[in-house]
């Protein structure tokens, strides 16, 4: 947006002359809105109870186990379905029912509790050597309806559906997006001041992932602070970010006095610098050889690229991965060729992969909804993805370098969309810590 502003100015040395008008352009770029709000979250005492892993990255199977374990999981919160009958699709209108009336369980017997003023809030999370922390706030639905918060995935209607759906049964964001920034000095300096002060919480989960939170006591500093961050992006969450701002306007198409001050606007964000983050790679494997044998693949293989053998399963830098065909040939490290390094989408090594070898020479097109691809979060490790070819569960393998920030933040700021599976964040941040009451 931008505004005129309009000036009359005489000559200074002759105070009668004729004046002179002036037009001065003045352009205010809108930025990002971060607001406090009144959080729910467990006790002190019961955070490490409650805090349950993201409903979408375990399985129905997963997620009954981890509920059987512990009543009070948020587990049965974003993944009611375990409640019932294991024949109820997950979509059935009864699974949003059990959200609520599992949600109003844990308020009523005090496990959650609802702040009684606005705040922000620090959330630190700590996987060995690596620490992010990230501000607990929540963003408007029209920024990111405006592109100030930037996406850079396609979402699938059925989850968006799903997650819309959910959002709407209990009336909260029950899960927070996991937003990423430019970093700010003036920010950092607060947050590391606050995070000097008597911890929410602090609990080490299962996975060895510690978690501390902290509630903002300098928040009207902070707030003014993030006025400096213009654009954000969602790293992790496109599903649940999409799905508030249709939740908003279904809210807002309900309530005849709709004025845009209510809460339903705003969504629930957990917002970190991207210097901070750590993006594991993403990797693959393929169910068959498309008729090849594995020497004829690897003569293939040479004549579109350099192959070489290596006993080293990750890939030393981009532009290069690592190929996996069995005990019998072992490793080999593949360098791409002819990288479009001004192309923020040909120059991903996952894109080239797809364009190099899954199409042309293993005949995998979509890689969205081809049945004959899988894909094995970093966070596995490749011992998984050797298992997998040994076990005859796949014929090839491949070992992805990783994603850099930068090259995610530069797809996004080109309104463009990362192929599909090219990031895996780590750590994913917990549910239930923190939720957002659209009332």
């Not at 399963?313 to 593949?334: A, D, M, R, V």
Request: aromatic share 8%.
């Amino acid at each position: 947006m931008s505004y005129i502003s309009a000036a009359i100015k005489r000559s200074r040395h002759n105070p009668f002359s004729f004046p002179i008008f002036s037009i001065e352009y003045n352009f205010h770029m809108p930025t990002l809105r971060i607001r406090p709000f009144q959080a729910i979250h467990p006790t002190t005492s019961d955070a490490t109870r409650v805090a349950s892993v993201p409903y979408d990255v375990v399985n129905r199977e997963e997620a009954a186990a981890i509920g059987l374990q512990n009543e009070n999981s948020f587990m049965h919160i974003v993944r009611a379905e375990i409640d019932l009958d294991p024949e109820i699709s997950p979509y059935d209108t009864s699974v949003y029912a059990k959200a609520k009336e599992n949600y109003k369980r844990l308020l009523d017997i005090g496990v959650l509790i609802k702040d009684k003023e606005p705040s922000l809030y620090l959330y630190r999370q700590c996987m060995g050597d690596h620490h992010q922390v990230g501000i607990v706030a929540c963003c408007h639905v029209d920024d990111y309806n405006d592109n100030l918060i930037r996406k850079h995935e396609k979402t699938r209607p059925v989850k968006e559906d799903d997650r819309t759906n959910h959002v709407l049964g209990i009336n909260a964001n029950s899960g927070p997006v996991f937003l990423t920034y430019r970093g700010k000095c003036a920010i950092d300096s607060i947050v590391s001041d606050e995070m000097n002060k008597r911890p929410l919480f602090h609990f080490v989960a299962d996975d060895g992932v510690m978690h501390t939170g902290w509630r903002v006591q300098d928040k009207d500093a902070l707030v003014v602070a993030c006025e400096q961050i213009d654009i954000a992006y969602v790293a992790d969450g496109h599903h649940r970010s999409a799905s508030a701002a249709r939740a908003a306007v279904e809210l807002q198409s309900k309530n005849i006095n709709h004025n845009g001050s209510e809460e339903y606007n705003w969504f629930l964000t957990v917002l970190f610098p991207s210097s901070q983050l750590d993006i594991l790679p993403y990797n693959r494997v393929v169910f068959d050889l498309h008729g090849n044998t594995p020497e004829e693949l690897l003569n293939q293989l040479k004549e579109v690229g350099t192959l070489s053998e290596t006993s080293n399963p990750n890939p030393s830098s981009s532009g290069s991965c690592c190929i996996y065909l069995g005990k019998e040939h072992g490793w080999f490290q593949f360098d791409f060729k002819n990288i479009d390094t001004t192309n923020p989408i040909a120059s991903l090594d996952v894109d080239l992969l797809q364009q190099q070898i899954l199409a042309p020479l293993l005949g995998v097109g979509d890689p969205r909804s081809n049945t004959r691809i899988d894909f094995v979060g970093g966070i596995r490790g490749t011992d998984a993805l050797e298992q997998r070819v040994d076990n005859g569960d796949a014929a090839i393998a491949f070992s992805m370098f990783h994603t850099t920030i930068e090259q995610l933040l530069d797809v996004a700021d080109a309104n463009l969309i990362m192929p599909p599976k090219s990031t895996w964040f780590e750590p994913k941040l917990r549910s239930g810590l923190f939720i957002h009451d659209l009332s």
